[in-house]
């Protein structure tokens, strides 16, 4: 019986040696899987009988395969420069899901496909969260699409102006000599920018200034339109039987004034509407003198967006204020140090999905052809009470199971949870010069194995010799 148990216990050491082996092969052939998390084959011995009552008498019957422990340890991080590739930086598995079921990964090649859904490699729709009106994580699980997303348009509010006018300017009189038939001819300088309406269309706002010859380092500013962009029905008061046309025709909406210090900084600035001479029936001669209407009642644009737009027209901060327009001289001859620093303004337009940038708490932010940004969707991971219990299913993916637990939900760079790196690809975290230590040891147990099969086959047939 010694002798022939020997025999099964060769075979058992060629079994278990034979699953290490393949293990291992298992190891190597995805040393270059995005991922993949090694295994190691673990064993335990056998026992075929005792032959006396202590430990000692104990007779082993080779060894057997006990199971196949996963290695959760981090891969290495390569950079992709792809937006969309993810990396979890530490713990937890990306959520994905398709009609077989919910699967955990650590596989991060994500792209949007045709319908605008984030997928992975597979296919399989990414799992995340919505995000509030406030740009925070709603809790609710679910597909990452975004095919419906866009930016709606913001109508401008206010207008910051940072420009320097010339004291050496000559002073051309009141805020009623004024023509806005002729604006150039009857201002210092001029200067535009671009503002939207309600419906994020884009209106083109010129400023004048005035210099004021009845008192020093003061100016006059009237801010306003061509006549065909503005409805004068909803203006009010005289304004309403004005005529649109000439359709080019500059129409000064809003007016004030600015006073600056003798050492050319902002002094005052004033929103009270200037009294300026106005051609009511667009036959190009002034006619009429009125209060420039958008001070009291706003801007009336035409085209249907709201009416009675409000524009905050910001040139510094007084008293004494340096920070935006300011009254410097320094070329030597009038007029010959207006110039513009910036113009800013807070509207804008309508815009539609340009790109995504993922950053290290998961969210997802689409940057849109009108240049603004927001948030869309958070990435969300999971993690486990047991990871070695989950299932190896295949496809980079694991399956959740009785061993594992329940599934931890969460967002990334919080508690248990790893950060993420956009542009950046988790490695197999395989060791190729222990892989080869360890086939080198399992091809010697492999052999040793078949020798005692080899050793205990001479020994029998001597036995049937003697009995010869």
Same mark, same amino acid.
């Given at each position: ?28 052939? /995805?040393?270059? &899987? !995005?991922?993949?998390?090694? *295994?190691?084959?673990?064993? $335990? %011995? +056998? ?97 990452? /699409?975004?095919? &419906? !997303?866009?930016?709606?348009? *913001?109508?401008?509010?206010? $207008? %910051? +102006? ?113 009294? +300026? ?192």
């Amino acid at each position: 019986m010694g002798l022939q148990s020997s025999l099964f216990s060769g075979v058992a050491g060629i079994d278990s040696n034979g699953s290490a082996i393949s293990v291992i092969s298992d190891n190597i052939a /995805n040393s270059n &899987t !995005v991922g993949f998390k090694s *295994s190691r084959a673990e064993f $335990v %011995d +056998v026992l075929s009988g005792n032959l006396g009552s202590g430990g000692g008498g104990t007779i082993g019957s080779g060894s057997r395969l006990s199971g196949i422990n996963q290695n959760f340890t981090q891969g290495s991080l390569e950079n992709t420069g792809v937006t969309t590739d993810v990396a979890v930086d530490g713990g937890g598995f990306f959520i994905v899901q398709d009609t077989q079921g919910v699967f955990y990964t650590r596989s991060g090649i994500f792209r949007l496909d045709s319908s605008q859904n984030l997928v992975n490699a597979q296919d399989q729709n990414v799992q995340g969260f919505g995000i509030t009106p406030g740009g925070l994580p709603n809790g609710a699980l679910g597909n990452i /699409n975004l095919s &419906t !997303v866009s930016s709606s348009p *913001s109508a401008t509010t206010e $207008v %910051d +102006v940072n420009v320097n006018l010339d004291p050496n300017d000559s002073s051309s009189g009141t805020a009623l000599q004024f023509n806005h038939t002729d604006p150039v001819t009857s201002s210092n300088f001029q200067t535009g920018i671009r503002v939207f309406d309600s419906l994020g269309n884009p209106r083109n706002v010129l400023i004048y200034f005035k210099k004021n010859s009845a008192a020093s380092n003061s100016w006059f500013y009237l801010a306003g339109v061509n006549r065909s962009e503005l409805d004068f029905a909803n203006m009010g008061g005289n304004f309403a039987t004005f005529a649109s046309t000439p359709a080019t025709q500059f129409f000064p909406v809003q007016s004030g004034t600015l006073t600056f210090t003798t050492d050319g900084a902002l002094l005052t600035e004033g929103t009270t509407a200037l009294t +300026v001479p106005y051609d009511s029936d667009g036959d190009g001669t002034t006619n009429q003198n009125e209060a420039t209407p958008g001070n009291a009642g706003g801007w009336d644009w035409l085209g249907g967006a709201t009416l009675s737009q409000s524009l905050v027209f910001d040139f510094g901060t007084p008293p004494a204020g340096t920070d935006q327009t300011t009254q410097f001289g320094g070329s030597g001859s009038a007029g010959g140090n207006n110039f513009v620093r910036f113009l800013n303004q807070d509207g804008f337009s309508a815009g539609s999905l340009s790109s995504i940038d993922i950053d290290e708490n998961g969210f997802v932010t689409g940057s849109f052809s009108n240049g603004q940004t927001q948030r869309l969707a958070q990435l969300a991971l999971a993690t486990f009470a047991n990871i070695n219990g989950l299932a190896r299913v295949g496809k980079n993916n694991w399956l959740e199971s009785n061993d594992s637990g329940n599934p931890i939900v969460g967002s990334p760079n919080q508690s248990s949870f790893g950060a993420l790196r956009a542009g950046f690809l988790e490695q197999s975290n395989t060791d190729l010069a222990e892989e080869f230590v360890r086939l080198i040891l399992a091809q010697r147990n492999f052999q040793a194995n078949t020798r005692t099969i080899s050793t205990t086959n001479e020994l029998l047939a001597n036995l049937v010799v003697l009995g010869q």
